[in-house]
């Protein structure tokens, strides 16, 4: 089992900065990939970025290029989303999600089996 917590968000102004966290516990395999998704209401869940757990195989969606970084915290099992230059419409809930399926396909959110409850990032314009 793993168990996943989100922290970071906030509400910030257009044109700001967040640095969103996702702590893991439990038995992380080597061969997973950590995704982050956001979910605004009345649209569909989205990955953003997703990184392999030992910190290669980065990919991002269309929407977050050049202004969301993934990283990942040596040796301890903490994951990041560096968000930058903050839109309204990135307003969302984000999620960290991971697990031995297909997480390691950007957006595929059945493809994870473990997931976080989520932080909120509220942007105004």
């Known amino acids: 089992q793993v168990q996943l917590v989100e922290s970071g968000g906030g509400s910030v102004q257009a044109g700001g900065s967040l640095k969103l966290s996702c702590a893991a516990s439990?038995?992380?395999?080597?061969?997973?990939?950590i995704q982050w998704f956001r979910q605004a209401p009345g649209k569909e869940r989205e990955g953003v970025a997703v990184?392999?757990?030992?910190?290669?195989?980065?990919r991002y969606a269309d929407s977050v290029l050049d202004r969301f970084t993934i990283s990942r915290d040596s040796p301890e099992y903490i994951w990041y989303l560096q968000m930058n230059n903050l839109k309204p419409e990135d307003t969302a809930m984000y999620y960290c999600?991971?697990?031995?399926?297909?997480?390691?396909?950007?957006?595929?959110?059945?493809?994870?089996?473990?997931w976080g409850r989520g932080t909120q990032v509220t942007v105004s314009s």
């Open positions: 990184m392999h757990t030992t910190g290669g195989d980065t």
């Open positions: 999600a991971t697990g031995p399926g297909r997480c390691w396909a950007l957006g595929e959110a059945t493809g994870c089996s473990y």
């Open positions: 439990g038995t992380i395999y080597r061969d997973y990939h």
